[in-house]
């Protein structure tokens, strides 16, 4: 596989909350064009330490980021050094921690809210340091990477769920609105970037709990949302990809090889291939749907 990937993470989304809330994407599974599975995110269920988990495969007990207030590069292989050492082009429109994890750190707001560098793993970025920036502004932020520098890996991360469940908690009518307003802008760029050929993945590092706060171990702070959309995706029901398969998974979707990062197998369509030699200038190739008895 070789593909365009794009990697959407809603800070702060928890599982049922997407589930009840996340209007469009909801409607892209009842139509049969996106599934949704549930994902158990690591611990402890924190922002930076599973930015970490998910971009590089690693937990966080071996990864050292165990706490937000951790301010360094990652010294993991991450999504973003991988397509780097392959010569793939990177994007991100992110919370400031994402540069301090693969570009400069700690982050410096005049040297780094726009990054336009062909040396930075994150190549071309537009980062924020408020955790009340607008989301709306932070998709357009993203849309406008897509249509200028058409990378290969584009990261989306907006933060407005994570803050208004912080002043506002779980089960209030901030958060799910708030939830809410976020699947309506997603669902204004969804479908141009499924127009444009791109493999999508909608998903949380972590949830949120009544107590306006997350880190530990209560299901609605670890149990998150994993929409795919594509046409790579098996739509298996039965799968169950794990947090720590994100990174390999896109991985495998970007045609890395060689990365050594746990893969979600079961997302992906299975397809079988036989290839025959015969004399010179005669080549067979046999492909078929795994169960689905084409060839």
């Known amino acids: 596989m070789s593909n365009k990937v794009i990697l959407v993470v809603l800070d702060g989304l928890a599982y049922e909350t997407a589930q009840q809330c996340m209007g469009f994407l909801q409607g892209l599974t009842e139509q049969g064009k996106a599934t949704l599975y549930k994902v158990q995110s690591e611990l402890p269920s924190m922002s930076r330490p599973m930015y970490e988990a998910i971009l590089t495969g690693v937990a966080p ?23 780097h050492q392959a010569g793939l082009s990177t994007a991100a429109a992110a919370f400031h921690w994402i540069s301090e994890l693969y570009n400069r750190s700690p982050y410096d707001a005049v040297r780094d809210r726009f990054s336009n560098d062909p040396e930075q793993l994150i190549q071309n970025g537009i980062f924020y340091h408020q955790d009340s920036y607008p989301d709306s502004h932070l998709y357009l932020d993203a849309e ?8 290969d890996f584009l990261l989306v991360h907006p933060m407005n769920i994570d803050d208004a469940g912080h002043k506002s908690g779980l089960d209030s009518a901030d958060y799910r609105n708030t939830a809410r307003q ?13 127009n444009a050929d791109y493999q999508i993945i909608v998903t949380a590092d972590h949830g949120m709990n009544v107590d306006k706060s997350h880190g530990g171990t209560l299901k609605e702070e670890r149990e998150v949302p994993l929409y795919v959309i594509g046409e790579c995706f098996s739509h298996d029901a039965e799968a169950k990809p794990r947090q ?17 990062k746990p893969v979600a197998t079961k997302l992906f369509k299975a397809v079988n291939s036989i290839t025959l030699d015969l004399p010179e200038g005669q080549i067979i190739g046999l492909v078929g749907e795994s169960g689905s008895g084409k060839t």
């Open 61 to 83: 007990a071996n990864s050292g980021i165990v706490h937000n207030q951790i301010i360094r590069n990652s010294n993991q292989q991450s999504v973003f050094s991988l397509a």
């Open 182 to 194: 976020s699947d309506v802008h997603l669902s204004e760029y969804i479908l141009q970037w499924m």
């Open 244 to 260: 720590l398969e994100l990174c390999g998974t896109v991985c495998e979707l970007l045609g890395l090889s060689g990365h050594g």
């Open 144 to 151: 406008w990477l897509r249509r200028n520098h058409d990378p």
